[in-house]
């Protein structure tokens, strides 16, 4: 499984296809509104990680969600929290 890890905001919106963030330290982003078709195929089997604090709304049609060495039921929903490393 290929690891991937991401020192910025900007080197996230960038592997995302995304243009650069207004703020460095700051960023929203709507997945279902940018354009991450390319992303989504390299995020495939990858292990993320970062150097900053990540907050995620996601709405899981099917699925688990692995972290840390735990499976979580996400099918109705999550709101994850990641600190960074």
Do not use: W
Request: glycine residues 4%.
């Amino acid at each position: 499984m290929k690891q991937v890890h991401f020192s910025t905001i900007s080197e996230y919106h960038q592997f995302a296809g995304r243009k650069a963030p207004e703020h460095p330290l700051f960023s929203i982003s709507d997945t279902h509104t940018s354009p991450h078709n390319t992303a989504n195929t390299r995020a495939d089997n990858c292990i993320f990680s970062s150097d900053f604090y990540v907050i995620s709304l996601k709405k899981v049609i099917s699925g688990n969600i692995f972290y840390g060495k735990k499976k979580y039921d996400c099918q109705s929903g999550t709101m994850l929290f990641m600190a960074p490393e």
